[in-house]
């Protein structure tokens, strides 16, 4: 399998290949954390649930990438090769409701909101996909393995549906643990024919007006949980590592995904990892609850890299409750790590490359079932130990804490000074310059009020800046100027 590094889709930490170290993941399907193998030695296979894109993402839709996204990172850094598949489901209901109530067509929300959400991942810091395949690109591999459920005996047609038997396969619901004569299955309109209620489409029957496809069995279009099923299968084989999602997705969603796919032959996903949600005032976030916070609206209000620190350092299982005051601590406590970063770099003058090793403790915190918490109390661990060897005029030591806190940062799609969050050229950098200029006129005037020991002045400078959200450092090298807490 290429992984990332090998198909030019973006860098990442240096890679060491993995000996005795051993990565521990919470397995949804155990319900308990078990030791990686993984299939192919050396290589990750991992399958996230991405977008269903009837709408523009807000943050509770993007945790999910995020969090994928640093699992992602840390197998490479632990020198594994990965293949990253998500998918983008762009033929839904809700899609099709959609289009009908803006009089569009349902391929133009869905390619408009696809690009809103490849936006705001690229924004974020997400590594692109290694594959990001389409479900309308793949009705053949979907028509294909419907037609080996119906001849096994696990799938069946009734009036141009075609539905899983969840009665036919053994062990149906053990990753969500329900009892299968309790079950209440979702049902969408139109699904007529079932021999038992608690069966689920896996195609529906075309009706006017809608998108169809010719099948052996009529007209008609994908059910949601068929086409990762047809995917994952194509993109990876019989069997492959992690299957990824929200915690929403154990029932119905990945539940009926392993029923087709095991019915089907496939032995499938060997771990099951599931992250929790971004919630508002304890409910979660979501379109239908209108208390959605969209990704395009939060990154005009804050830096791309404030909004990745909020969401991608909590741990992927514990539940963010949104609030303002959280996003300004974020804020704050990554204004900490970059100003160390900036000052231990103007110290030594040239580019401090990132270690080649991140710190033992932080390998062992990620290692532990991605414990970001644990792993970014040691970056800031490292980074006050930063801070007091530049007090001490300690240039080596400053200059080894800042390859260590760059090599942890990288991990987490966090260093100030990789290309990402450092090399935009859009108008925003060029005003940033025209601001800094501004800036710097004023701070001349204050330096001039300092030499002149007019200390009145000087303050009164300082505590203007402060009111316009501008903190001010004085500095062997000279003042500088950041943005503060909001």
């Not at 705001?120 to 393995?145: K, Q, S, W």
């Not at 060997?270 to 959605?292: C, D, F, I, P, Q």
């Not at 940033?432 to 330096?447: A, F, I, K, N, Y």
Request: with cysteine; net charge negative; hydrophobic share 40%.
């Amino acid at each position: 399998m290429r992984g990332p590094r090998g198909d030019g889709r973006g860098a990442l930490p240096a890679a060491h290949y993995p000996g005795p170290v051993t990565i521990r993941l919470y397995d949804t399907s155990a319900r308990q954390i078990r030791d990686f193998a993984p299939l192919v030695p050396g290589c990750v296979s991992i399958y996230l649930c991405g977008a269903t894109v009837q709408a523009a993402p807000h943050i509770g839709h993007i945790r999910s990438g995020l969090n994928f996204d640093i699992m992602r990172r840390w197998f490479a850094h632990r020198g594994y090769d990965v293949t990253f598949i998500r998918n983008v489901t762009d033929i839904d209901d809700k899609i099709i409701r959609k289009a009908a109530e803006q009089n569009r067509p349902w391929w133009s929300i869905g390619y408009e909101n696809e690009r809103a959400f490849n936006d705001a991942y690229a924004a974020l810091g997400c590594l692109p996909p290694t594959y990001e395949p389409r479900a309308t690109g793949h009705i053949t591999e979907m028509v294909e393995m419907m037609r080996g459920l119906i001849e096994r005996g696990h799938a069946y047609e009734a009036e141009g549906n075609v539905y899983f038997d969840v009665r036919s396969l053994p062990g149906y619901l053990s990753l969500s643990n329900q009892d299968i004569d309790d079950l209440r299955q979702p049902s969408g309109e139109g699904e007529t024919g079932k021999r038992d209620p608690r069966d689920f489409a896996m195609w529906k029957a075309a009706k006017p007006g809608e998108p169809s496809w010719e099948t052996p069995w009529g007209r008609g279009r994908p059910g949601w949980h068929l086409e990762c099923s047809a995917m994952a299968h194509k993109y990876l084989g019989e069997e492959f590592d992690i299957h990824g999602g929200g915690i929403d997705l154990i029932f119905p969603h990945h539940e009926n995904e392993i029923a087709q796919a095991r019915g089907f032959g496939d032995a499938f996903a060997r771990y099951w990892v599931h992250n929790a949600w971004v919630t508002m005032s304890g409910e979660k976030m979501s379109k239908s609850l209108g208390n959605s916070v969209l990704v395009g609206e939060m990154v005009k209000r804050w830096r791309p890299v404030v909004l990745r620190y909020y969401l991608g350092t909590p741990h992927y299982r514990s539940t963010i409750e949104y609030s303002e005051e959280s996003l300004r601590e974020a804020e704050a406590a990554f204004a900490r790590i970059e100003g160390f970063v900036q000052r231990a770099g103007e110290l030594a003058g040239t580019t401090v490359e990132p270690a080649p090793e991140v710190p033992p403790a932080f390998a062992d915190a990620m290692d532990d079932d991605l414990g970001v918490p644990q792993a970014l109390a040691v970056v800031h661990t490292t980074v006050r130990q930063g801070n007091s060897a530049l007090a001490a005029d300690d240039k080596e030591a400053a200059v080894a804490r800042l390859a260590e806190v760059r090599a942890m940062l990288g991990v987490l799609g966090l260093d100030p000074l990789d290309a990402h969050w450092a090399g935009g050229t859009d108008a925003g950098d060029d005003l940033s310059g025209v601001v800094d200029s501004l800036v710097r006129l004023v701070l001349d005037q204050r330096e001039a009020a300092r030499s002149r020991k007019d200390w009145a002045t000087a303050d009164a400078i300082r505590d203007r800046l402060g009111e316009s959200g501008l903190v001010i450092e004085d500095s062997p090298q000279g003042p500088r100027w950041g943005l503060g807490p909001r």
